[in-house]
């Protein structure tokens, strides 16, 4: 079915409380990512809900999601643009605009956002009240911007694209403090239950104290730099990477497992995720990069349990 600017639907009775909204990137300069909702609790699998919700297209590369507040923000990485949605109806509710290339967006407070580029030596500021663009911190040197995470007041941010930086950020003054170098296109970060950075960095894992600033312990995942994904159980006591196949490592060991947790069923694995509720893992299969891809799901012990249709490229996940 076609849908155009004026053709929309009504998802009635709406999705349940829980669920998981998958990001679909489509092809590059083709238009045509979308977002796909999975609703847990039904096992009923909604593709296309932006466009079918709203008449109008998602755009060119849909990135990341974030919800905040009760509102769902989409990154769309080459349009530019922050959708704002219902999660509940995925109708819109504004966009952000003015941007270049955006990647991710990490709320500080309820009147100040950030958002990372991939092509300008700065992080843009939102006032995620008003959509609108209220200030920019400069980068110099570093202008692939990447993921974040908070400690306190200091957001560690990942630099990727032919860098190996976390500058450090003051959220108070909006100023970059410190850097900390690590390996090649660092990526994904996440804080564990002891309060220590993990980021996932060119076939490595490093481990980082926030508080010191210091890289403590590097693991090697592959010899070939390959790209990893990274995730966190509910209980942010064990990690699960994706490189290849899926390994599984509690927080607080010192050596990488010998053995995958998940092996790889010849797919292109292109996603992660981890249920922050009940733990359940998703593993996103982009296939040939042209027809709608599939969703993995286990359950906690890597048992599997079935298998979604979502999307061209599914790349990201976001839990409602």
């Known amino acids: 079915?076609?849908?155009?600017?004026?053709?929309?639907?009504?998802?009635?009775?709406g999705p349940s409380s829980k669920g998981l909204f998958i990001v679909n990137e489509g092809n590059f300069m083709y238009g045509n990512a979308s977002l796909s909702y999975f609703d847990t609790q039904s096992g009923i699998v909604e593709n296309e809900v932006f466009i079918r919700a709203n008449g109008i297209n998602l755009g060119d590369v849909a990135q990341s999601m974030t919800i905040h507040?009760?509102?769902?923000?989409?990154?769309?990485?080459?349009?530019?643009?922050?959708?704002?949605?219902?999660?509940?109806t995925f109708r819109l509710k504004g966009n952000i605009t003015g941007l270049i290339s955006p990647r991710h967006i990490h709320f500080v407070n309820e009147n100040k956002a950030y958002v990372t580029d991939l092509y300008r030596e700065?992080?843009?500021?939102?006032?995620?009240?008003?959509?609108?663009?209220?200030?920019?911190?400069?980068?110099?040197?570093?202008?692939?911007?990447?993921?974040?995470?908070?400690?306190?007041?200091?957001?560690?941010?990942?630099?990727?694209?032919?860098?190996n930086k976390i500058l450090v950020i003051d959220t108070q003054t909006d100023t970059v403090t410190d850097s900390i170098e690590v390996g090649n296109q660092p990526s994904r970060m996440i804080l564990d239950k002891n309060n220590k950075i993990w980021c996932a960095a060119s076939g490595e894992i490093y481990r980082i104290n926030p508080e010191n600033r210091t890289v403590e312990k590097i693991f090697t995942v592959s010899?070939?730099?390959?790209?990893?994904?990274?995730?966190?159980?509910?209980?942010?006591?064990?990690?699960?990477?994706?490189?290849?196949d899926v390994w599984r490592m509690a927080a607080d060991h010192e050596t990488f497992p010998s053995q995958p947790f998940i092996?790889?069923?010849?797919?292109?694995?292109?996603?992660?995720?981890?249920?922050?509720a009940t733990s359940h893992i998703y593993i996103a299969d982009a296939i040939d990069y042209v027809q709608p891809g599939k969703i993995y799901r286990y359950d906690p012990d890597g048992t599997p349990v079935d298998t979604l249709t979502a999307g061209i490229n599914p790349g990201a996940f976001c839990f409602k």
């Open 263 to 276: 092996r790889n069923r010849n797919s292109r694995y292109y996603g992660l995720a981890v249920d922050p």
């Open 223 to 244: 010899d070939d730099a390959t790209y990893s994904y990274l995730e966190m159980n509910a209980s942010k006591d064990t990690l699960y990477i994706l490189n290849r």
């Open 1 to 13: 079915m076609k849908y155009g600017p004026s053709e929309t639907e009504a998802f009635l009775p």
């Open 69 to 88: 507040n009760g509102l769902g923000y989409i990154v769309v990485n080459n349009s530019g643009v922050i959708f704002v949605i219902d999660p509940g």
């Open 122 to 163: 700065r992080i843009t500021v939102i006032d995620p009240v008003k959509y609108t663009i209220s200030g920019s911190i400069n980068t110099p040197g570093h202008r692939s911007t990447e993921e974040m995470v908070q400690w306190k007041n200091d957001l560690f941010v990942s630099c990727w694209s032919f860098d």
